[in-house]
């Protein structure tokens, strides 16, 4: 098992709990120790660690029956003081709560760039909204707020265009209608360039 951080929990681990149900007993000992840092909220399309810095949006899988319980689907890891968060301790390596420029200076190129208002863009823009990797078959995105990354996301790397198309839906139809939706704006622009052609 990985060495722990102040977030109590390392993103190996949150990305080991990508897919699986949150009563599997892995993701519930995964979950008790974050509540180490503070109060663990499941709710029924979210799971919220304020206190260790990451959340987790569920979802069925596309091939799931109605009644089948939810996977975690895409893993949220936030900056210091943003939606209340602390910040999370162990990013995916070579990612860090820096500066867009600094990302892009350490990794390779995104294999996505997006700007509300105008879609996929050259990686060379300015004032990109958010860049998209694609890391040991997981999907990273980096999204900005005047230049410096305020949240990362992790999701499984869809198989294709198609099924990414239908998975963003469903993951913005769940956000819209959910209690929380400032989180809608985080789900979207990825969801809005692949509905458009």
């Not at 995964?30 to 979210?46: H, I, N, Q, T």
């Not at 919220?48 to 990451?54: S, V």
């Not at 996929?120 to 410096?148: F, L, N």
Request: with cysteine; hydrophobic share 35%; proline share 6%.
């Amino acid at each position: 098992m990985a060495k722990g951080t102040k977030s109590g929990v390392t993103f190996a681990e949150l990305r080991a709990l990508l897919g699986r149900p949150t009563t599997e007993p892995v993701f519930v000992a995964v979950m008790e120790r974050a509540s180490a840092l503070g109060k663990v909220v499941y709710k029924p399309d979210f799971v919220i660690a304020k206190g260790a810095g990451f959340d987790f949006a569920l979802g069925r899988p596309d091939d799931a029956k109605r009644n089948a319980p939810k996977v975690a689907e895409t893993l949220f890891m936030f900056r210091d003081g943003r939606d209340k968060h602390r910040q999370f301790g162990d990013p995916p390596s070579g990612f860090a709560f820096t500066t867009r420029g600094e990302l892009l200076a350490k990794l390779p190129a995104p294999v996505e760039s997006w700007k509300v208002g105008k879609g996929k863009v050259p990686v060379e823009t300015k004032d990109v909204d958010h860049d998209r990797w694609i890391v040991g078959g997981c999907d990273i995105s980096a999204s900005y707020r005047d230049g410096e990354v305020e949240h990362l996301t992790a999701s499984l790397s869809a198989s294709g265009s198609a099924s990414r198309s239908a998975a963003w839906r469903r993951r913005i139809h769940r956000c819209e209608s959910s209690p929380i939706r400032k989180r809608a704006r985080r789900c979207s622009p990825a969801w809005a360039s692949s509905t458009s052609t």
